[in-house]
C-alpha cells in the first residue's frame, strides 16, 4: 500500500544549529504535502505545507523542500531552539485529498 | 480562539461498553475527521466528513462510527470497544480536505 515515511525515527540537534527533517512519500500522484509538529501531550500543529507544483516554499524559521524526482520532501528549521522539541510529521494526499497518509514521526530533541 | 474541542481527554471503560467521544469546533469549517495514533505506526484515519450529514470510511474504521448532524460536531461512537481500540484519538477539521488541519488536544482512550 502507500506509504510516508521518515529516514530517522529521532534527531538531536544543538540549540543555535540548523535541524533537517527528511521524508520519502512513494505515491507518484501526491500532490500535497504538509508537515505538523506534535508537542508532548498536545495535538498535532500545522508548520507549512507545499504542493507539488512547487519544489520550495518558506515560511517563519521554516523551509520545506520537495524533490518529485525521488519522491522525498524534507523539513529546514533554521537557528533550532529549545521549543522545537517535538515529534515531526509529515504527510501527503493527492489532489482530492484521497490516500492521505502520515508518516510515523521523527522526534527532534534539541540539545542546550 | 479558533479551537477543536474533544471531551474526554482521558477515559477508561471495560469491553463491551458503548461509548461516544465528542468533538466540537468553532471555525466553521466542512471537513472533519478523526484519527488514532499508535507508537510506530503514525496518526491513521478513522472516518471523515466532508459537510453535514457527509461521512465516509477513512483507512481504519472498523469498529467505528460517527455521525454529522450539525457543522461543528462530529462525535465518534465506539458501539463495543475492545481492547484493540485502546488508542489515543486525535479530532481534526479544516476548510475543505486538501488544506491546514486543526487538531483536538487528543483523547486517550483505555479499553481493559
Known amino acids: 500500500g502507500e506509504s510516508v515515511g521518515l529516514h530517522l525515527p529521532t534527531l538531536s540537534v544543538q540549540e543555535g544549529d540548523n535541524s533537517i527533517i527528511n521524508c520519502a512519500y512513494s505515491?507518484?500522484?501526491?500532490?500535497?504535502f504538509i508537515w505538523y509538529k506534535q508537542e508532548s501531550g498536545k495535538g498535532p500543529q500545522f508548520i507549512i505545507d507545499?504542493?507539488?507544483?512547487?519544489d520550495k516554499r518558506q515560511g517563519q524559521r521554516v523551509t520545506v523542500l520537495l524533490n518529485k524526482t525521488v519522491k522525498h520532501l524534507s523539513l529546514q528549521i533554521a537557528a533550532t531552539q529549545p521549543g522545537d522539541s517535538a515529534v515531526y510529521f509529515c504527510?501527503?494526499?493527492?489532489?482530492?485529498?484521497?490516500?492521505?497518509?502520515f508518516g510515523p514521526g521523527t522526534r527532534l530533541s534539541v540539545l542546550p | 480562539e479558533a479551537q477543536v474541542t474533544q471531551n474526554p481527554r482521558y477515559l477508561i471503560t471495560v469491553t463491551g461498553k458503548k461509548l461516544t467521544v465528542t468533538c466540537s469546533q468553532n471555525m466553521n469549517h466542512e471537513y472533519m475527521s478523526w484519527y488514532r495514533q499508535d507508537p510506530g505506526l503514525g496518526l491513521r484515519q478513522i472516518y471523515y466528513s466532508m459537510n453535514v450529514e457527509v461521512t465516509d470510511k477513512g483507512d481504519v474504521p472498523e469498529g467505528y462510527k460517527v455521525s454529522r448532524k450539525e457543522k461543528r460536531n462530529f462525535p465518534l461512537i465506539l458501539e463495543s470497544p475492545s481492547p484493540n481500540q485502546t488508542s489515543l484519538y486525535f479530532c481534526?477539521?479544516?476548510?475543505?480536505?486538501?488544506?491546514?488541519?486543526?487538531f483536538g488536544q487528543g483523547t486517550r482512550l483505555t479499553v481493559v
Open positions: 481534526a477539521s479544516s476548510i475543505h480536505r486538501v488544506s491546514e488541519a486543526f
Open positions: 505515491n507518484s500522484a501526491s500532490d500535497y
Open positions: 504527510a501527503s494526499a493527492d489532489n482530492y485529498g484521497q490516500n492521505f497518509v
Open positions: 507545499i504542493r507539488s507544483n512547487m
